[in-house]
């Protein structure tokens, strides 16, 4: 996988990483939902909350009306600097092959961060509620040396590779240098 062959020379940050993880702020910053297709995705909502400065949690309610046994996701990063520029990862993940056997590492990665807060934790099919509850972003589950700044995850998934809804979420990763002294 891209990302994770540019970060290979790296393998030292990656400890650095995980030592600091208390000194670091990993929330998210912004959330947005949106169904091209509601006679098949519907969602209820998509918020996020703070529960504190460093805490940000991200609720989503919606609903696949139909069976969907063929999913596809097109996972994009990009990095703020002037609006958001593209940023190491773009890649188009097939989702019931990846919950079967995870074979995309960086997949494996948000799927860790995020599945302990959702219901969306099994293999194809896909139908009826889909949530996540009260999910906030954990550094240590990380495993990857990051640069400080605000990130967007765009995730466009796709049934039978027709484009059904956009979850996009932004976060800021940043190192929090008066904890680490
Ligand atoms: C929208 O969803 C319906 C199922 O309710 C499906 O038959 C149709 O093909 C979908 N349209 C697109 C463009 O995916
Ligand atoms: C999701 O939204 C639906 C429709 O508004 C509602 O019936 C359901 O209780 C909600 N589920 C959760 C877990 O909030
Ligand atoms: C999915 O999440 C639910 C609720 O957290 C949990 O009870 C269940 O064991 C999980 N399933 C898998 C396959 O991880
Ligand atoms: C999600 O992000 C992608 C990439 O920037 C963009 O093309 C798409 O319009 C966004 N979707 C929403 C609902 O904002």
Redesign the pocket.
Known sequence: MQLLKFFQPLGIILIFNIAFSDAVIFKFSNFVCKSHNESWFIF??CRLKAVSRERILLNM?G?ILYAAHSIQVHIKMWKRANGFKPFLLDSTVDACRFLKSSYDPFAKIVYNIFKDFSNINHTCPYVG?Q?V?DFYLRPELLLLPFPSGEFLLSMQWYFYKKPQFDTNVTFIFMEDLLKRN
């Open positions: 209820h909502n309610n609903t509620p949530i509850t």
